[in-house]
């Protein structure tokens, strides 16, 4: 069982940045793919970017709207997921929810909501213009 919760998010203007943070429990993190993905309203939730899991390599994967733009990383020593997220637009507004799974993915299945079974509440993000 793993419990996640975001934090980090809040009110920046167009252009700025923001570190979200994920706290991982459990001691099996490092062997946990995970990814954020945001929901706007009124829209479904979308993939945002993914670490695998530790082991020969660990692979990140972004969508390609904030590629770029957005770093992911994980400190297993920490049981800790990062987000740095760096010139940010007005449509990057959305609740931001960090998602995990014990297994590891490749490209664009890494990209499918299902995989996650483990999810946070939210942090929201909201970037004005």
Not at 16 to 41: D, E, K, M, V, Y
Not at 86 to 106: H, I, P, R
């Amino acid at each position: 069982q793993v419990q996640l919760v975001e934090s980090g998010g809040g009110l920046v203007q167009a252009g700025g940045s923001l570190n979200l943070s994920c706290a991982a429990s459990g001691r099996t993190f490092a062997s946990h793919t995970i990814g954020w993905f945001r929901q706007a309203p009124g829209k479904e939730r979308a993939f945002v970017t993914a670490i695998t899991r530790s082991g020969a390599g660990t692979y990140t994967y972004y969508a390609d709207s904030v590629k770029g733009r957005f770093t992911i990383s994980r400190e297993n020593a920490r049981n800790t997921l990062y987000l740095q997220m760096n010139s940010l637009k007005s449509e990057d507004t959305a609740v931001y929810y960090c998602a995990a799974f014990a297994g590891f993915c490749q490209a664009t299945s890494c990209r499918d909501r299902r995989l996650y079974n483990y999810w946070g509440q939210g942090t929201q993000v909201t970037v004005s213009s």
